[in-house]
């Protein structure tokens, strides 16, 4: 043997090209095998039937196919009205396929008993309306939609929704979310409904063609959808309404969608439904959007659509439209050298760029160190040297007692403990996202064993060493952001009128929040972490009760 080995070692070495065609030969032989075991199975669907042959070969999960609609190739030979699957959806047996009947491990009563139980863990932040028919022509939630064939879960559908201010979220096909303001479709049975999520087998996402529908109780007002605009709330007739919204037009058969285009084309920001009547305009002092009445007072139907609101002549029901109100979008450098450095303070990852665009919106450019990407957003400061004097403050996360003695005064953002907020920001940019194996891996516990303290000794120097510091808790101006920002500009000292201050309000968010697609569907602190985090919390409050201000907001926690 070893003679043999010996001889074959002498003969390529004498004609190496034969040594490396046999060596590619035998590899490519290898890949078409792994490919031909690959391929050899079917994918399954839930609820679909195989026949014995196609059994045979080992199935391959379905992980999704994006670049083409679904059913693409097969639209040509299905049924008009027929729901459009892809090639992996046929039955390979020659009987036709029933997709209704139930498997040997659980059939749609099975799952749906499942889907309600998990409905139930739900219901703190939705509340499961039922199971509705839905159709690929005409949607029965016709908002916003999303798929996801590998992760789809009931919680991701529901907070995606919630995010951007939509009523109802619908699951589909295992693996599709649908938002919308309005259900305008017919109940199914709820045994049609039977189709497992694709992340969590546990739940129901509907079913071919049927939508599991959940009416969000927490979604949030400010930000309600509808099309293109954004629902405001209900408000009283402010007492000069001609002067308030100048245009307006009688519409007998009235619509949110007719008032807000009517609107939209007169280029006003704001649309005003008050019954049969279309008014529109800006925020001003004399309609300043900030007492919202209960909306019932504004639950009047609308003429041409019974499932829409339109309010009343008295009570008048408030969209935002997609123009722009420009009166706050002069942003500028200062004219003349500042006199004072000032710094706007916060610990990574607690709001500072979002301070940042309201304050640029309210007055001048502001400064920091350079950073590319924020200033390709606008934050033309960015260039700039931070002792230049052009910026009317400087972006700072320093906490040291020399960087902190550089500045005249500062404004100091607090926020309830973000370390996921900047675990985000640090491996995700200003507004990404970690990815999951961060979370997961060595890298989030690291992190907070690190982050943690720093969050508290980077507020307690600047209360220690800062010469003239303005506390603004973050919490506090994303909940009462015109009072706030009037704060913020007072120390700035500048003089912004009322009207640009609500022109900022109606612009506050801009691009620079991150958009809840990807948001963690579990809590990644473990006990000992919240137990240091909330040590943390204890210290700053009393640091700043120490100081004669308002401690931290009742409702801090680690996020």
């Not at 991701?156 to 303001?181: K, S, T, V």
């Not at 049609?192 to 529908?213: A, D, F, Q």
């Not at 949110?256 to 609107?263: A, I, L, N, Q």
């Amino acid at each position: 043997m070893a003679k043999l080995l010996l001889k074959l070692q002498r003969y390529f070495r004498r004609k190496p090209v034969r040594f490396f065609t046999l060596l590619a030969l035998y590899l490519a032989a290898g890949s078409l095998v792994f490919l031909h075991s690959g391929f050899s199975g079917e994918p399954t669907v839930p609820g679909s039937p195989r026949s014995p042959a196609a059994a045979e070969g080992p199935g391959l999960p379905y992980l999704g196919v994006m670049q083409l609609s679904r059913g693409f190739k097969a639209a040509a030979t299905m049924p008009a009205g027929a729901r459009r699957h892809g090639p992996w959806f046929k039955s390979t047996s020659k009987e036709p396929s029933d997709r209704g009947k139930s498997r040997d491990n659980g059939g749609p009563r099975s799952r749906a008993v499942r889907g309600r139980s998990g409905r139930e863990k739900e219901e703190d932040r939705a509340r499961y309306v039922g199971c509705y028919e839905d159709n690929t022509r005409q949607r029965t939630l016709r908002g916003m939609s999303f798929f996801d064939y590998k992760k789809m879960t009931v919680f991701r559908c529901q907070d995606n929704c919630a995010e951007r201010g939509y009523l109802y979220a619908g699951l589909e096909f295992g693996a599709e979310c649908y938002c919308g303001h309005k259900i305008q479709a017919s109940n199914a049975s709820e045994s049609e409904c039977n189709m497992e999520c694709k992340g969590e087998r546990s739940n129901t996402c509907g079913g071919i063609n049927r939508l599991s529908i959940y009416r969000l109780e927490l979604a949030q007002e400010s930000a309600r959808r509808y099309g293109s605009a954004i629902f405001r709330g209900c408000f009283r007739r402010p007492e000069n309404v001609s002067i308030a919204l100048p245009a307006s037009q009688l519409m007998l058969n009235m619509s949110v969608d007719k008032c807000v285009d009517f609107c939209t084309e007169k280029e006003f920001p704001l649309a005003a439904l008050a019954g049969t009547t279309c008014r529109c305009g800006f925020p001003s002092t004399l309609f300043p959007l900030h007492e919202r009445e209960d909306e019932q007072l504004c639950a009047h139907k609308c003429a041409a659509e019974e499932f829409e609101s339109c309010g009343s002549a008295d009570f008048l029901l408030v969209y935002q439209t997609q123009v722009q109100d420009n009166r706050c979008m002069d942003r500028r450098f200062l004219p003349s050298r500042a006199k004072q450095l000032v710094a706007l303070a916060s610990f990574p990852g607690a709001g500072n760029t979002w301070a940042r665009h309201l304050i640029e919106l309210a007055s001048f450019y502001t400064g920091s160190y350079f950073d590319g990407s924020l200033y390709n957003k606008g934050f033309k400061g960015e260039r700039d040297h931070w002792r230049s004097g052009r910026t009317i403050c400087i972006k700072t996360h320093e906490s040291g007692q020399k960087e902190i003695e550089s500045f005249d005064s500062a404004i100091l953002l607090i926020r309830n403990p973000a370390l996921m907020a900047e675990f985000n920001r640090k491996y995700g940019g200003h507004i990404g996202f970690a990815a999951h194996a961060h979370w997961k891996g060595k890298e989030w516990p690291e992190f907070v064993a690190n982050y943690a303290p720093w969050w508290a000794t980077h507020t307690l120097d600047w209360l220690r060493y800062g010469k003239k510091v303005l506390v603004v808790h973050f919490e506090d101006l994303k909940r009462d952001l015109f009072v706030q920002l009037q704060r913020m500009v007072a120390l700035l000292g500048v003089t912004a009128c009322e009207d640009r201050l609500l022109c900022v309000e109606g612009q506050k968010d801009g691009n620079f929040k991150r958009s809840g697609l990807r948001k963690l569907e579990y809590d990644p602190y473990t006990a000992e972490m919240r137990k240091a985090i909330s040590g943390y919390i204890r210290t700053v409050d009393a640091a700043l009760k120490l100081r004669n201000l308002s401690g931290v907001p009742e409702d801090y926690y680690p996020r």
